[in-house]
């Protein structure tokens, strides 16, 4: 028999609530599965590169309830961000050739705007953005994690959520080849598959783990509106009081 969290054989005889490998919780009246469970870019060795990466895109992205329950909770973190590193690449670099492709519409576009020297701005930006996405990775993670821990969700560890994150984003980084709104289209899709993740990562409802992943993004907007409401009253705070001397 094999433990559904890491995939490894539990000990004859042994009947602990959790794995003796990882601690993964062991379901109540319930028996390890009979083979290892797993996904297929963890099973790359005997797959090979390409279709496991195939096979772990499809599967992450059409069947995300079979592949996020199948997926190891606690063991091979390195295979995870492997993943999210490799395909996050390929997603920048299908963003930044779109990028090139339409520099003269946007340049002309700003111009027409009045802001001449943006693209330049903008191409920086878009280029940095790429490196803080990567460091952020476990920042990103352990605010999940932190938002599970409060509602009572975080029941199989960080590595659980971190592990989700990084098959989620990893797989919808490739809708930045889509122009226009593979970007917008590809977060929505993250969202939705972080969800479904977190649901059967931690073996919770989904609509807290929906709260869990909602709830951030939420207080983020709140604080930006009213970080523009304090700007906003400070220009005319300045104004009128320019306009009076």
Known sequence: MYCPGCGKEIPVGYSGPTCPACGATL?????????????????????????????????????????FSDMPKRANLGAALFYVVILGWIGALGGLLWDIAFEGTRRQMLQALGFPGMEQT??????????????????????????????????EGFEATLRTYCYAAGSTSLFQWIPFCGGLVGLVWCLVLQVYGLSRAHEIPAGKAALAVLL????????IFAVALLFAGFFIALLKGGGSV
């Open 27 to 67: 379901k109540m009246g319930s028996s390890p599965t009979s083979q290892p469970a797993g996904i297929p870019w963890e099973n790359r060795e005997q797959l090979g590169f390409l279709p496991a990466l195939i096979g772990n895109l499809r599967s992450c992205l059409f069947d995300p309830d079979r592949f």
């Open 122 to 155: 903008l191409a920086g930006g878009m280029r940095m953005f790429i490196f803080i996405a990567v460091a952020i990775l476990f920042v990103v993670s352990g605010i999940l994690h932190v938002m599970l821990w409060i509602l009572g969700g975080a029941k």
């Open 216 to 223: 951030p993004i939420a207080l983020c907007c709140i604080l």
